[in-house]
Nanobody, 121 residues
Framework: QVQLVESGGGLVQAGGSLRLSCAASGSILSINAMGWYRQAPGKQRELVAAITRGGSTNYSDSVKGRFTISRDNAKNTVYLQMNSLKPEDTAVYYC???????????????WGQGTQVTVSS
């Protein structure tokens, strides 16, 4: 099986920074895309940023210029550097791995358990 473990969430004041990490473990052969989603209370889960195995990135308009996604393919780990945080960034942040090839040629998509990010004003 494949597991995603997130870390790095917490409480920060507006204007501050946090760095989220998500490590995928298991008999992983390769991962196509990795990304971060977030869900605020009463709202739908939304894409924050995603990155392909080749390094192509995609950001939601609300975080462009403030957040940076990166990944280490050798470690099957994705990072999200969040700068200039705003109260509206408060949410549970979920890691996603899409197109995970593992074991004897099996494929699946996986989610982490979520990590809380709270930005105080």
């Amino acid at each position: 099986q494949v597991q995603l473990v997130e870390s790095g969430g917490g409480l920060v004041q507006a204007g501050g920074s946090l760095r989220l990490s998500c490590a995928a473990s298991g008999s992983i052969l390769s991962i196509n895309a990795m990304g971060w989603y977030r869900q605020a209370p009463g709202k739908q889960r939304e894409l924050v940023a995603a990155i392909t195995r080749g390094g192509s990135t995609n950001y939601s308009d609300s975080v462009k210029g403030r957040f940076t996604i990166s990944r280490d393919n050798a470690k099957n780990t994705v990072y999200l550097q969040m700068n200039s945080l705003k109260p509206e960034d408060t949410a549970v942040y979920y890691c996603n791995a899409a197109g995970v090839w593992y074991g004897l040629g099996r494929r699946g998509d996986y989610w982490g358990q979520g990590t809380q990010v709270t930005v105080s004003s």
